[in-house]
């Protein structure tokens, strides 16, 4: 099993700690894994990717370019990353900001307004999370358990109830997905 | 708490793996894609209570590097590309003045300033010397985040043993991306962040050091000499620790390489994709093999001289146009065909590339 997927949206929508907390989990459940950054000039607002891999077995390229799912938060990024998606690939979309009249038959695409989602939830910075959670209930491959453990020891003891808030929107997530 | 792996960058390992080796002096620079080890270094050298300095340049901070060694302190500076090509005049004093050191640079896409995207570029310019003189330091090319930390421990050690630079040459997808390191060494200082600990190594005292003449004659170190047979006898001697090194030190990894009938050649980021291309193609009953040099200079030249009798296509597969190539077509003599793929300016050969070639090479 190789799962290979990209989360890509705008710098300052938690792109890449989306993408921590799935490698992260990975390792702590005995699997390979790579995540790679998109990097250089970066800025908030700016465009923001990262390349997530997850395997059974050794992971040749860190750097994807065939994926078996694509997580987009915001328009530029769907437009940038589809071709990427296998013919049969999953398509997670934020829907508050990305509009899902999309060409793409044989995928399967999610769709859901992370955005309002978060805000309803009481904090727009988790509609990553929500999405993490659609991810998880989607697709089999981490147990949601090592995910939450995995948030409860990044997120640190000052920031207590931001851990809260966290673990709420990704059990959103997966009620929802 | 005590983690048997974590997930870290290949810039932090070897900013750990310095650390833990003993590393007790760092200068640099920032520059992207290296700049997470420079800011590793920054965090993790202070609690250690050892010498970080931002230097106001890339060649003050060689020249740093330089000064600490002399005094018998392992020291090493970082950084990629265009800030290597700085560091050149002061990687070949150290050459020179037979100075343990190691510089690690994360390679981005040149020429020029060029840009921040993983490239293999510099291959010829840290294997071939780089600087002015007749010299080489030994190169380091780690393969994934495992080794981007176990080789700082070698870097080191054959730094000293050799009393000579050492450069880890690596590209910005190893410095940037994220796996999981086994910690084979732990006990010693916590450290915040992911508590990990030190280990205490006692390092021998260094015979040719600058400490302090008192009570004995002084030590000189320096590679300005003014007669002509002076500077000819430390050839000499240069050229004769290369040789010792090129039989002791050349490293390679050997992945299905004795029934092949192709056999790619890669190092870095690029062996990574091309095992992956070895494992696809065994499965449909493809002769393909891997000979991923981990020593860059000495290169490998061993295993070519022991399976060039064969009839086999070497396939040369490099972040760049050609440069690795010179040196297996140099082991190689003629003995066996040796076909290229290559990308540069941020181009990655994938994994389709490669195999498109190998079918084009009908065997």
Not at chain 1, 24 to 51: D, H, I, Q
Not at chain 1, 97 to 112: C, D, Y
Not at chain 2, 92 to 103: E, M, R
Not at chain 2, 292 to 298: F, G, K, S, V
Request: proline share 4%.
């Amino acid at each position: 099993m190789i799962e290979q997927m990209i989360i890509a949206g705008a710098g300052g929508q938690g792109i890449m700690l989306v993408g921590k907390v799935l490698a992260e989990s990975a390792m702590r459940e005995n699997k390979f894994t790579t995540w790679l950054p998109s990097y250089g000039a970066e800025v908030r607002g700016g465009s923001a990717f990262c390349m997530v891999s997850i395997s059974d077995e050794e992971i040749p390229s860190p750097y994807v370019e065939e994926i078996d799912t694509l997580i987009v938060f915001n328009q530029i990024s769907l437009k940038r990353f589809i071709s990427f998606l296998k013919l049969q690939g999953l398509l997670i979309l934020n829907s508050s900001l990305v509009s899902s009249n999309i060409n793409k038959k044989k995928s399967k695409i999610i769709s859901f307004p992370f955005t309002e989602i978060a805000i309803k939830l009481g904090d727009i910075r988790i509609a990553n999370m929500v999405a993490l959670g659609v991810y998880l209930k989607q697709k089999n491959i981490l147990k949601p358990e090592t995910v939450f453990k995995t948030l409860r020891e990044i997120i640190s003891a000052d920031k207590k109830s931001l851990l809260e808030i966290n673990l709420k929107a990704v059990k959103e997530g997966m009620r929802i997905g | 708490m005590k983690k048997e792996k974590i997930l870290i960058s290949g810039n932090e390992a070897i900013g750990e793996g310095a650390i833990q080796a003993g590393c007790f002096f760092y200068a640099g620079y920032p520059i992207t894609p290296q700049n997470e080890l420079t800011a590793y270094m920054a965090k993790r050298m202070l609690q250690e209570k050892r010498i970080f300095i931002q230097a106001e340049s890339e060649v003050s901070a060689i020249n740093m590097v330089l000064g600490a060694s002399s005094c018998g302190f392992r020291a090493m500076t970082s950084s990629s590309s265009p800030g290597i090509s700085l560091k050149q005049e002061g990687i070949s004093y150290l050459a020179a003045c037979q100075l343990p050191a190691v510089i690690v640079n994360i390679m981005r896409a040149g020429p020029g300033l060029g840009n921040v995207f993983p490239a293999q570029s510099d291959y010829f310019q840290a294997t071939k010397g780089g600087g002015h003189g007749d010299y080489h330091s030994i190169v380091l090319a780690p393969s994934n985040i495992q080794e981007a930390f176990d080789f700082m421990f070698l870097a080191f050690d054959l730094a000293d043993k050799y009393r000579n630079p050492v450069m880890i040459l690596g590209d910005g997808i190893l410095g940037q991306m994220m796996e999981p390191l086994r910690l084979s060494v732990v006990s010693g200082q916590l450290s915040d962040r992911y508590n990990l600990k030190t280990k205490n190594r006692k390092l021998k005292a260094k015979s040719w050091a600058l400490t302090g003449c008192k009570k004995r004659s002084p030590h000189i170190i320096r590679s300005l000499y003014l007669k002509q047979k002076e500077i000819e006898e430390l050839n000499l001697l240069l050229q004769k620790k290369y040789k010792t090194i090129k039989q002791k030190e050349s490293r390679w990894q050997e992945v299905d390489i004795e029934d092949a009938k192709v056999i790619m050649v890669a190092y870095g980021t690029m062996a990574r994709i091309a095992k992956g291309v070895v494992k696809k193609l065994r499965e449909k009953n493809k002769k393909i093999g891997l000979i991923r040099p981990i020593t860059l200079w000495p290169f490998p030249q061993r295993v070519f001289e022991r399976i060039c009798q064969r009839r086999i296509i070497f396939l040369v597969i490099e972040m760049s146009y050609g440069q690795m190539l010179e040196d297996v077509k140099l082991a190689v003599e003629g003995r066996a065909k040796v076909e290229f793929l290559g990308r540069g300016g941020g181009g990655i050969p994938k994994e389709q590339e490669i195999l498109h070639k190998i079918e084009s090479l009908k065997i």
